[in-house]
């Protein structure tokens, strides 16, 4: 670029005057280039940076070196001029890679290109962005090929919990002063809504089940139970259920399995030890009364011995219903 002044007689006189022609030209080539795929072109172009894999991988290394950038012997993500001095710091690191730790992150980016980032960081970005997300989309199709949408979309939280959510701009991008379209079709809507959650609950389940071997199988020498699942998921004992000779480290086994399945479900996926010592404490904040067998009441501590208490209330109901 300076090469290029020089060879037309153009000569920078300050540094400041210098920014401003390279933020000039760059804003002129944003605005003038562009792509000569048209508007049959991809859409999702989504690929992740080299810096956002450091910045995620190598977090500490990147706050050394914004300390080392603003002159302090620490910083946060809260300290003055932080997020100029992290794009700095990431550039150092990343000039400063080997050939064999350059071709790793290359590698980790084709990876995550095709794969998708981790779980963790998508609920984090979605918590952040997916409105803005969507709600650009629709205005870059409108306003490129008229097109117009209602999206009913669905992310998770980083707690694990689903969240169903519909978008609409229609009447706000075409200019007419009407109601939205989910407040004017809200019944409509509604089951809509409720049927993706429906859906993309089952899919979880599937995946759950698919990633585990959730059922309860006690020890080779005695008996064995398969628990069967409903669409979402949810665990069913067989009917009938042949318990005859089991002994109490039979039922706590089905007992852990059959819980651990639904708390599994409950934490999207996370964790399938419900935390016995908690429960026992507090039932009716996890647990309510509805959704227990009759009469059951998780007792004693240390959570071993919760669950051997409550295998056999669940042995008592069990083999009530059987």
């Not at 210098?18 to 944003?30: H, K, N, P, V, Y």
Request: glycine share 6%; charged share 25%.
């Amino acid at each position: 670029m300076f090469n290029y002044w020089a060879s037309i007689g153009k000569d920078p006189q300050s540094e400041a005057e210098s920014r401003d022609w390279a933020q000039s030209l760059s804003g002129w080539c944003a605005n003038n280039w562009r792509m000569s795929q048209g508007a049959g072109r991809k859409s999702n172009s989504w690929k992740p940076k080299r810096t956002d894999l450091i910045w995620r991988d190598r977090e500490q290394d990147v706050m050394k070196e914004v300390a080392r950038v603003l002159g302090h012997e620490m910083v946060t993500t809260q300290t003055p001029r932080f997020l100029g001095a992290r794009q700095t710091a990431l550039s150092r690191i990343l000039a400063c890679q080997t050939a064999a730790e350059r071709t790793a992150l290359d590698a980790e980016v084709e990876r995550i290109s095709r794969e998708g980032n981790p779980e963790e960081i998508k609920r984090r970005l979605a918590g952040k962005f997916h409105k803005k997300r969507v709600h650009q989309a629709m205005q870059d199709q409108y306003q490129e090929i008229g097109l117009s949408s209602i999206v009913i979309a669905a992310y998770t939280r980083e707690d694990g919990k689903l969240v169903v959510d519909a978008y609409d701009r229609i009447s706000e991008l075409t200019g007419v002063a009407l109601p939205s379209f989910e407040q004017m079709y809200s019944n409509e809507m509604l089951t809509m809504k409720a049927s993706l959650l429906k859906y993309l609950l089952a899919i979880r389940a599937k995946q759950i089940q698919g990633a585990t071997t959730i059922g309860a199988t006690v020890n080779a020498e005695g008996p064995k139970v398969s628990l069967t699942y409903t669409a979402a998921g949810f665990p069913i004992l067989p009917r009938p259920m042949s318990t005859r000779g089991w002994k109490k480290d039979h039922w706590e086994t089905l007992f852990m399995d059959y819980m651990g399945c639904h708390y599994k479900l409950a934490t999207g996926g996370k964790s399938s030890h419900p935390p016995y010592g908690d429960i026992q404490q507090q039932q009716m904040t996890f647990i309510e009364n509805k959704y227990l067998p009759r009469n059951m009441k998780i007792a004693q501590a240390p959570p071993g011995d919760a669950r051997a208490s409550t295998s056999v209330s669940f042995q008592i109901n069990t083999e009530e219903n059987r």
